[in-house]
């Protein structure tokens, strides 16, 4: 359920629970959108599948992994690692990582044939300064990496190294 739903210039914004995430969110409903199908989103944000789990999972432990290491070059690895909730390591239960994001804004845009599809804003500790983005398509991980603003209507080529989705 959204509350505080507002008119903007270019979107509604509003507030709901993430019962994933167990903390408020923002929504953005842009232009084009209706709140019936940013609920679908919503529902859609909150209880995803095990597939969908699993591949966000994934590709945050590689996105975490590339993070460090670009620390590493600046010398504040061992920073950010101690900020963080977990430790990374080969072997851990990756799904460990999403108590290291907290969520910021989901974000609905003006649906295209008929699917569900949602772009989630995240605060991240190992990434800091740029933060996390999600972005899914008809139940698929098809986006994530550092925050891009990116649709769920984009394109997405499969070469591109800063999408981790497209890496697992």
Not at 34 to 48: G, M, Q, R, T
Not at 56 to 66: G, P, V
Not at 125 to 143: A, D, M, N, S, T
Request: net charge negative; with cysteine.
């Amino acid at each position: 359920m959204i509350i505080g739903l507002h008119e903007e210039r270019f979107w509604q914004e509003g507030k709901f629970m993430s019962s994933f995430f167990r903390k408020d969110m923002n929504i953005y409903i842009y232009s084009g959108a209706d709140v019936p199908y940013a609920e679908a989103c919503i529902k859609d944000f909150n209880s995803p599948s095990q597939e969908l789990l699993s591949s966000i999972c994934d590709a945050l432990y590689l996105h975490c992994n590339d993070s460090l290491n670009l620390w590493a070059e600046i010398d504040k690895r061992e920073d950010i690692e101690k900020a963080m909730c977990t430790e990374l390591s080969p072997d851990m239960d990756r799904s460990r990582l999403l108590k290291c994001l907290r969520p910021v804004t989901l974000s609905v845009r003006e649906p295209e044939d008929g699917q569900i599809g949602w772009q989630a804003e995240l605060d991240c500790q190992w990434e800091p300064e740029k933060g996390l983005e999600i972005v899914v398509l008809g139940g698929e991980l098809i986006y994530l990496g550092t925050f891009a603003d990116h649709s769920p209507w984009d394109t997405f080529p499969q070469n591109d190294s800063s999408n981790y989705a497209v890496r697992i």
